[in-house]
């Protein structure tokens, strides 16, 4: 007996997502929005500009004595390290999904 496991997808249109928030939300998520894009436009002028579209990495993120625990643990994530500029994984690496209970009240 074969067991698969299957998937539901949601597709829904940003229009009518955006339209069903309140309004007080949407000016919130309007300015964070504008922040971010000048943010990304900026740095992305610069990579054009500067010839620095690509990055080639010399060496993985973590060092010898992480590489088995990081490449390991799926829930292990890289953080930006602002000495470098580049990313790095800590080594308290979280072991367990925390579980989220705020959507269980709305059903």
């Known amino acids: 007996m074969r067991h698969s496991l299957g998937g539901v ?3 829904v249109n940003p229009r009518y997502l955006l339209v069903a928030v ?13 922040e971010r894009y000048l943010k990304s436009y900026k740095v992305m002028s610069e990579m054009m500009t500067s010839n620095t579209l690509v990055k080639i990495k010399e060496a993985p993120p973590y060092t010898t004595e992480l590489e088995t625990p ?7 994530r890289a953080s930006p390290d602002k000495k470098t500029g580049s990313y790095t994984f800590k080594e308290n690496q979280p072991t367990e999904v925390k579980q ?8």
């Open 70 to 76: 990081v490449l390991l643990n799926s829930l292990a």
């Open 22 to 34: 309140p309004p007080s939300l949407y000016e919130s998520y309007k300015a964070r929005h504008k």
């Open 9 to 11: 997808a949601l597709v």
């Open 100 to 107: 989220n209970f705020a959507n269980v009240g709305a059903i």
